[in-house]
């Protein structure tokens, strides 16, 4: 029996409320609901909690933590590298490891995804809705032999038959940690999600070969199981399959908000970005903070927004934008 599935009594036809996402000053605190709560950069707070993960992320501007809270009881643990919670049917597991340990990037992506398919696999909540995956100098390499090229090929190759229903929603960012270490995280939850595209974009697995051996293998976003909240993949300035505004940030805010807004009417969700819609930016260049808080402030002014300095894993983009839309 994987841990904690005893603590799970639920109607077996109600989807699970879906966890709601919170931006708050550090301070540490858990509650016995508390699915997974994290921290950005360097300075951010150590627990030995199974539910806290450091992201290797530097925060621009106050330091907040990110929670996810559930209207249930949550039990926790570590297997080795692997961290995890559940409660209310809803799982969170992380995965941190040294790709030198792994014999380099595509190894160490393929360890992680295989580390998180099992684990998955082996629960009630067998349905992955959202993934973020960070690594060290994402963009470095020519060619095929780009990192996030590799961390391509190895996350396919680990993922295993917890995906064959469909890609979730997912994030792919560098960071300026240890340049060796993998950060990969999920949520997951016992009932199929829905995945929607943006008729904007080609759909990321399609991608030409252009792109590498392996195109990228996520949705766009995932409607949750309630089709209540969308969970929305890592959007940038990509229109077609081509990146767009190369070197003007301010052109790629635009078009990224234009891409946030379709995602919205393409799974249904009411137009906009209010006090519903929490937001997290990577931005390539710790100097763009104030250009992306101006635009923020004028056409998303009541989103909570959490920024954080990021690679974008195209060279050319300068800023990508994830969250949540909530209906109600």
């Known amino acids: 029996?994987?841990?904690?599935?005893?603590?799970?009594?639920?109607?077996?036809?109600?989807?699970?409320?879906?966890?709601?996402?919170?931006?708050?000053?550090?301070?540490?605190?858990?509650?016995?609901?508390?699915?997974?709560?994290?921290?950005?950069?360097?300075?951010a707070?150590?627990?030995?909690?199974?539910?806290?993960?450091?992201?290797?992320l530097e925060p621009l501007g106050p330091g907040l933590e990110e929670v996810w809270e559930v209207d249930a009881e949550v039990l926790s643990g570590r297997d080795g590298d692997l961290r995890w919670s559940r409660g209310g049917g809803w799982l969170f597991a992380a995965v941190e490891c040294g790709e030198g340990d792994h014999g380099g990037t595509e190894a160490a992506a393929d360890y992680a995804y295989g580390l998180l398919s099992r684990f998955v696999a082996s629960g009630d909540e067998r349905h992955v809705q959202r993934i973020w995956n960070y690594l060290g100098g994402i963009n470095d390499g020519n060619g095929d032999d780009e990192r996030y090229k590799h961390f391509c090929t190895g996350r396919i190759r680990g993922m295993g038959d917890v995906f064959a229903q469909g890609y979730p929603a997912a994030t792919a960012i560098g960071h300026h940690a240890d340049p060796g270490l993998l950060q990969v995280y999920l949520l997951a939850t016992d009932r199929p999600g829905t995945p929607v595209e943006n008729p904007r974009q080609v759909s990321a697995w399609r991608y030409p070969r252009q792109y590498g051996r392996t195109p990228p293998s996520f949705a766009r976003a995932t409607l949750l199981p309630a089709d209540d909240v969308l969970a929305i993949s890592g959007t940038a300035a990509v229109v077609?399959?081509?990146?767009?505004?190369?070197?003007?940030?301010?052109?790629?805010?635009?078009?990224?908000?234009?891409?946030?807004?379709?995602?919205?009417?393409?799974?249904?969700?009411?137009?906009g970005f209010d006090h519903r819609a929490p937001l997290k930016a990577y931005v390539r260049h710790p100097s763009d903070e104030a250009i992306v808080r101006a635009f923020a402030a004028r056409h998303l002014p009541d989103a909570p927004l959490l920024l954080v300095h990021g690679d974008i894993c195209r060279a050319e983009l300068l800023v990508e934008i994830d969250g949540w839309r909530y209906r109600g």
Do not use: C, K
Request: charged share 15%; glycine share 10%; proline share 10%.
């Open 240 to 271: 077609g399959h081509a990146s767009a505004h190369a070197g003007d940030i301010a052109a790629q805010l635009g078009e990224t908000l234009r891409n946030l807004d379709t995602l919205l009417a393409t799974g249904g969700l009411p137009a």
């Open 45 to 56: 707070a150590h627990h030995d909690d199974p539910r806290w993960l450091r992201v290797a």
């Open 1 to 43: 029996m994987p841990p904690g599935r005893e603590m799970r009594e639920r109607s077996p036809l109600a989807a699970p409320p879906a966890p709601t996402v919170t931006y708050r000053p550090s301070h540490g605190a858990f509650s016995s609901h508390t699915l997974a709560a994290f921290g950005f950069g360097h300075d």
